[in-house]
């Protein structure tokens, strides 16, 4: 597999969840993967973790997305 592959394949993976309505605000705290997005809510939860003070505006206000676009990521790694 490639790095490209790789990228594209968790991008893909991101723009799955933030559709589901998945919060997934904390994997802003580190470098990290969607594997661990459980641990770290607990974490935060739990007050063992900062919850991240910056939130990219697109996780605030989602919208609607793009034929065109929908149709892009639809074929990453398909």
Not at 30 to 44: H, P, R
């Amino acid at each position: 597999m490639t790095k490209d592959y790789l990228y594209l394949t968790g991008f893909k993976d991101i723009v799955s969840k933030v559709e589901a309505g998945v919060p997934i605000q904390n994997l802003l705290l580190g470098k990290t993967s969607l594997d661990y997005l459980d641990l770290l809510n607990e974490l935060v939860e739990r007050k063992v973790l900062h919850a991240p003070r910056h939130i990219a505006d697109f996780l605030k206000t989602p919208k609607a997305s793009s034929p065109v676009l929908d149709f892009v990521i639809r074929g990453i790694c398909a």
